[in-house]
Nanobody, 126 residues
Framework: QVQLVESGGGMVPVGGSLKLSCAASGPTFSNANMAWFRQAPGKEREFVAGITWTGDSSYYAKSGQGRFTISRDNARNTVYLQMNSLKPEDTAVYYC???????????????????WGQGTQVTVSS
């Protein structure tokens, strides 16, 4: 079992930055690939970024490439999403997700992730 709690959301102006955190509890975090998804009003939930359980590899959706950075600290059972140069279209609820695995392939598909947090709201104001 893995429980995930996101934090760090808020309202920022266009061009601003936010760092989201996802704190995990449970024994399997260090053997779980982690990902961030987001869901804007009226839209489907979409993949933002993922990181392998080793922390060696990451993968980004095109929307966040060059602006977002995913990282993890297995000693703190926490995964992060640093978001820079934020745009109004980044406004969404951001969710953390976990796929318990020792595999090194990262998935964009929601059904690959077994555990989800409750989400944190990010609002970018123009």
């Amino acid at each position: 079992q893995v429980q995930l709690v996101e934090s760090g959301g808020g309202m920022v102006p266009v061009g601003g930055s936010l760092k989201l955190s996802c704190a995990a509890s449970g024994p399997t975090f260090s053997n779980a690939n982690m990902a961030w998804f987001r869901q804007a009003p009226g839209k489907e939930r979409e993949f933002v970024a993922g990181i392998t359980w080793t922390g060696d590899s990451s993968y980004y959706a095109k929307s966040g490439q060059g602006r977002f950075t995913i990282s993890r600290d297995n000693a703190r059972n926490t995964v992060y999403l640093q978001m820079n140069s934020l745009k109004p279209e980044d406004t969404a609820v951001y969710y953390c997700a976990a796929e318990p695995t020792t595999g090194l392939r990262l998935w964009r598909s929601m059904e690959k992730y077994q555990y989800w947090g409750q989400g944190t709201q990010v609002t970018v104001s123009s």
